[in-house]
């Protein structure tokens, strides 16, 4: 794709803003993952992860997805733990000793207990923040990383356990795995990002036939000797 071809580089205001970028995978459930986006048609907080310090144009918020471990023993939990109860009443009216009775109903209501503490103590919020030019995945105390989307030297699509992502690698190797659903729920951050990779494919970035294909990116045009 020739650079004329390209849409306009905005200024860190945001303007002009990028069209609108294709949908790969579409937003996460906002009702389950209690998604949270915002505009900012005046940027004014700045991103001050790295010296980009973009102003911030626009975010989006999630609770991650459980993981797999997470959710592989919630599932046992929740599938023993009707069998669980329906031993529990038999051996209490019938056994003579109701101790494996009082060891059962123990051992099944601490398990549970401890899944509901660790699901509540770890961290699950996800939150994305755009500037004109940067991208950064945030935790709840602000810390993270930032990536100059501009600049970016490699772009891949890869699953992960928040299903389809967009890997992302910057010029000095930092790394960002960005969740489509997240990344789509809202759709001005989507187009500054996906503006951003387009102008870095156009620039060099190495990016594989598939993710081009995912992406909607044009095939680049055999280079043709003078």
Known sequence: ?????????PSLSGQPRPPTAPRVEGSWDAGRHRLTIAHRQ????????????????????AHRPPGGLRTTALIVVYAVLPVTVVMTVTLWFTAYDRAEAYLIMVAVVGAFALLSFLSEVRDTTVVLRAGARAI??????????????????????????????????????????????????????????????????AAGAEIDAHTRQVLGLPLRAPETNP
């Not at 794709?1 to 580089?9: D, F, G, K, T, Y």
């Not at 940027?43 to 911030?56: A, K, R």
């Not at 960005?178 to 789509?184: A, I, R, T």
């Open 136 to 201: 950064a995945e945030v935790d709840s105390d602000g810390d993270g990383t930032e990536l100059p989307l501009y600049e970016l030297r490699a772009i891949s699509v890869r699953n992960s356990l928040r299903g389809p992502a967009l890997r992302l690698v910057g010029p000095n190797k930092q790394r960002l795995t960005l969740p489509f659903g997240l990344l789509e729920a809202n759709q001005q951050l989507w187009d500054l990002v996906y503006n951003g990779i387009r102008h870095s494919e």
């Open 42 to 61: 005046t940027p004014g907080t700045i991103l001050g992860l790295t010296e980009h310090g973009d102003p911030l144009l626009e975010t989006a918020a």
């Open 1 to 9: 794709m020739a650079a004329s071809e390209l849409p306009p580089v």
